[in-house]
């Protein structure tokens, strides 16, 4: 309906925006149910079969779980002793208005078991795209279905093995700071216990002398932060997100310790400490490596670039680096899947180039050389 000059319309259904949506529901006027935030049509269709039938589904089966998991980027399921109470009621609720996520419930103690999920708990199903490398992450948050309310970009994780001695009383800090950051910051809880779980701390660079550990990451920017204090109390949770959200918590970048024989070999050893003094420095053109150790594709290029650093090892003003993406941060550089190149031309027009050639020393080469042409024909057509 067109209501731009239907005045009395838009006061008496309070419409301040456009397109807005409400469902009317047996003919009642007064009381019409307003559908925000909808704007695909999958999610619409999502939305209506949702007011008009069950808003979860109930699940009796694993096969059952592990549909819904694949139904959607994000998933959530209910874990509860008894289907009939409030926060039952509540969660049904919430699905109702929250069309982009797949919704399912269960009261089965052997799906628990098999998930070794405990009753009364929500767990979130989420696929994350992480500077590049898909990864399909369960991970265990609070158990409050409000958290569902407005979609947080920043999330704050605590890893922690879940039949740790110190789990029980570490995790009620957890969650009784998270009720104060809702809609805000999600909080996450990862068991360091599930090996599916690997990546994660790989990319948070989180080892088993750290846990418990508590980082926020913003999905965004991709930005670490690392809580200072090593003990996980609820006032060490609340300042920490607190200085997050004033903008005064530090981005932390790990990084390995730079090696003493870094630059004695002919391929160069960077870490995320020496990366941007090496790559930005404009007297010099850098061709680097991103790898990861246990990639059999990196294992299988790395004594290619070896030689491809013996090959330039002798030549002025050309560097062959690689860097350990795992164990290094660096927030310089668009992350891709490993491995990926990245070549950094000397000079103060600098510009990265990436790498999209087959993974042999005859390629490296050419484009090494064709880059380094390219760039000194255009330093001689403008004067430089």
């Known amino acids: 309906m067109d209501v731009t000059d239907q005045h009395d319309l838009r006061k008496e259904f309070n419409i301040q925006e456009f397109p807005t949506v409400k469902f009317f529901v047996d003919g009642i006027r ?13 999610a619409f269709i999502t939305w209506l079969k949702r007011r008009t039938g069950p808003s979860t589904v109930l699940i009796n089966s694993t ?10 980027d994000l998933s959530v399921i209910g874990f509860f002793k008894e289907l009939q109470n409030d926060s039952v009621e509540i969660f049904c609720e919430t699905a109702k208005d929250v069309p982009e996520m797949s919704f399912g419930m269960t009261s089965s103690e052997d799906i628990c078991a098999h998930y070794g999920i405990q009753m009364n708990t929500l767990i979130v199903f989420k696929k994350f795209y992480l500077r590049g490398m898909e990864q399909m992450l369960s991970v265990v948050f609070q158990t409050s279905v409000k958290i569902f309310d407005v979609p947080v970009e920043n999330h704050i994780l605590l890893f922690i093995p879940m039949n740790s001695k110190t789990f029980n009383e570490t995790y009620e800090n957890f969650k009784y700071a998270a009720a104060e950051f809702r809609g805000k910051i999600m909080f996450v809880l990862v068991n360091t216990n599930e090996t599916r779980n690997g990546r994660i701390f790989e990319y948070f660079h989180i080892r088993e002398v750290d846990v418990p550990a508590v980082r926020i990451l913003n999905l965004t920017s991709q930005a670490k932060y690392k809580m200072p204090a090593d003990e996980v109390t609820v006032e060490n949770i609340r300042h920490f997100c607190q200085s997050y959200l004033d903008g005064k918590a530090k981005i932390h970048l790990s990084s390995e310790e730079i090696a003493e024989d870094w630059d004695k070999v002919p391929v160069k050893v960077l870490v995320g400490k020496n990366f941007n003094k090496i790559v930005f420095n404009r007297t010099m053109t850098v061709f680097v490596m991103f790898y990861a150790p246990w990639s059999y594709d990196c294992r299988k290029i790395l004594p290619i670039w070896d030689k491809l650093g013996e090959k330039y090892q002798s030549h002025e003003g050309i560097i062959i680096a690689k860097i350990d993406i795992t164990a ?21 027009d600098f510009q990265e180039v990436p790498y999209a050639g087959e993974h042999n ?7 090494l050389e064709e880059q380094i042409k390219m760039k000194a024909e255009t330093r001689e057509k403008v004067g430089m």
């Not at 007064?30 to 999958?42: H, Y």
């Not at 660096?330 to 000079?347: E, H, I, Q």
């Open 63 to 72: 096969d059952q779980v592990e549909d819904i998991i694949n139904a959607n």
């Open 361 to 367: 020393l005859e390629a490296f080469s050419e484009f």
């Open 328 to 348: 290094n941060d660096v927030l310089s550089v668009v992350m891709d899947r490993y491995p990926f190149f990245r070549l950094f031309p000397a000079g103060p």
């Open 30 to 42: 007064e009381a019409p149910i307003d559908c925000k935030g909808v704007r695909r049509a999958s």
